[in-house]
């Protein structure tokens, strides 16, 4: 799973990006063209407890990676900015499963605002716009070719041809009136077709406000007000105030618990920050667990019990005779497998059965 983090120029992109990754990328440099990759393991506390159950050789938590993208620049008539980025930046974006949306809500007049004045909202439409004409452009381009060059080729061909010309042309009028593609109501079909497109609007969007040291305690209103005003689908709005949660982590654990409580901050927003990347996707993690290893698996949410064999590998699927399975929570109370099993607590699944997140799943499969 790969994340994008945007943003305009001054957000502080890079240090959120620092703060997640514990990197040390260089800040402060205003819309510099340096392209920052770095993952990150999904805190899951579920692990280090059946750890302590199976004493493993090793943990495997599930990961992210993050991808910290210079801002494009601003587009004007006959040049969309997204397109001005290098070849490889423009392509990390597109590729991206899922956007990080930096938006600056800090003040300080040692940095100020490039604009003079912070507004999150302003900042958050602005680069919003930017990827509606990004998508928009590229819309215009496929439906050019599609009626000059679309109405040849097979039967088969052409019907393909005439599905995606609709609904390219509902994803137009959509953004010219200003909505994102994922205010669209899609089916299956429609999500076929538009998946080569890799769309910017399309993608889910964890807005994440960057506040500073005087806002930390109304963090929360903060994002809540903003997520009441910014109403579009598959999109999260958090807060976090990325210059104190890098500082926090270049500190020791008992250093940093006297700076949390100075701050009055009663927990970090790191791990939150991470786990809402995580449920922005729509995964859902299930577990594995013995003596050589507990490990967390991401699937999509409403993956089969099949599709979790494939996760492990495509032999348990394709092999795939059962799947015995058990709540976290019921194996961690009754302390052993053995002892789950032999109070009824674990479940025989076939091939359909929706794997839920924390079950713990051992496959069964024939060689």
């Given at each position: 799973?790969q ?83 290098p ?10 499963d ?72 509902r ?9 994102p ?22 993608k ?21 007000d ?20 890098m500082e ?6 008992d ?54 064999a ?8 394709r ?7 058990i ?19 674990v ?21």
């Amino acid at each position: 799973m790969q994340i994008a983090i945007v943003g305009l120029a001054g957000a502080g992109k890079t240090t959120v990006f620092n703060t997640l990754t514990r990197g040390t990328a260089q800040t402060g440099g205003y819309g510099g063209l340096q392209l920052n990759v770095g993952v990150v393991k999904v805190p899951d506390e579920r692990l280090d407890r059946l750890a302590e159950l199976f004493r493993p050789k090793k943990i495997v938590h599930a990961d992210v990676t993050y991808v910290d993208l210079p801002a494009p620049p601003a587009s004007t008539d006959g040049r969309v900015g997204t397109e001005e980025l290098p070849a490889e930046h423009l392509a990390r974006l597109r590729e991206a499963d899922a956007l990080i949306h930096v938006v600056r809500a800090w003040d300080d007049p040692a940095l100020p605002h490039p604009d003079g004045t912070v507004d999150a909202g302003r900042d958050l439409e602005r680069l919003d716009l930017e990827f509606l004409l990004a998508d928009l452009a590229l819309v215009d381009r496929r439906l050019e070719r599609l009626t000059s060059g679309g109405r040849h080729g097979t039967p088969a061909e052409r019907e393909a041809n005439e599905r995606e010309e609709v609904v390219l042309r509902r994803i137009k009028e959509a953004l010219e009136a200003g909505r994102p593609i994922r205010d669209i109501e899609l089916d299956v079909d429609d999500e076929k077709a538009l998946r080569g497109f890799r769309f910017l609007t399309q993608k889910p969007v964890l807005v994440l406000l960057n506040v500073g040291e005087a806002d930390l305690e109304r963090e929360h209103d903060l994002s809540g007000d903003l997520a009441a005003a910014y109403t579009h689908r598959h999109t999260l709005v958090d807060a976090l105030s990325a210059k104190i949660e890098m500082e926090l982590g270049q500190l020791e654990p008992d250093e940093a618990a006297v700076f949390m409580q100075e701050l009055g901050i009663g927990q970090s927003s790191l791990d939150r920050v991470i786990a809402l990347s995580y449920r922005l996707v729509g995964l859902i993690s299930f577990l594995t667990a013995g003596p050589d290893e507990v490990r967390a698996w991401p699937v999509p949410d409403g993956s089969t019990a099949v599709d979790a064999a494939g996760a492990i590998h495509t032999d348990l699927a394709r092999g795939f005779i059962r799947a015995e399975t058990i709540p976290y929570e019921d194996l961690l109370s009754e302390g052993s497998m053995a002892e789950a099993k032999r109070h009824g607590k674990v479940r025989s699944e076939g091939k359909t059965y929706r794997v839920r997140d924390g079950d713990v799943v051992e496959i069964l499969f024939s060689r």
